[in-house]
């Protein structure tokens, strides 16, 4: 069994910046594309940013400019730098991840996401 653990997240006033961090546990082989989410209240939940295992990396259009996705392979962490924060990125922030892993001397896979961290930007 594996699972992703997202830290990081806080309160911080407009303008200020946070980083988060996810890190993957368990029985896992290696890790592939890497994601942040988020979701606001009453909205649906919107991919913020991904990364590839090779770095390759995509961005929401609200956030270019000001958010950098990153990750470690060998820690299989996935790390969101998020700077010049709005009150509009006001949100539970959640870790997406395609991981490999060993389930009883089998290979599986899984599309696993973590249990969400919550970001709030006052204004």
């Known amino acids: 069994q594996v699972q992703l653990v997202e830290s990081g997240g806080g309160l911080v006033q407009a303008g200020g910046s946070l980083r988060l961090s996810c890190a993957g546990s368990?029985?896992?082989?290696?890790?592939?594309?890497m994601a942040w989410y988020r979701q606001a209240p009453g909205k649906q939940r919107e991919l913020v940013a991904q990364?590839?295992?090779?770095?390759?990396?995509n961005y929401a259009d609200s956030v270019k400019g000001r958010f950098t996705i990153s990750r470690d392979n060998p820690k299989n962490t996935v790390y969101l730098q998020m700077n010049s924060l709005k009150p509009e990125d006001t949100a539970v922030y959640y870790c997406?991840?395609?991981?490999?892993?060993?389930?009883?001397?089998?290979?599986?896979?899984?599309?696993?996401w973590g249990q969400g961290t919550q970001v709030t930007v006052s204004s």
């Open positions: 997406n991840a395609d991981i490999s892993y060993r389930n009883s001397g089998r290979y599986a896979t899984a599309n696993t």
């Open positions: 368990g029985s896992i082989l290696s890790i592939n594309a």
């Open positions: 990364i590839t295992r090779g770095g390759a990396t």
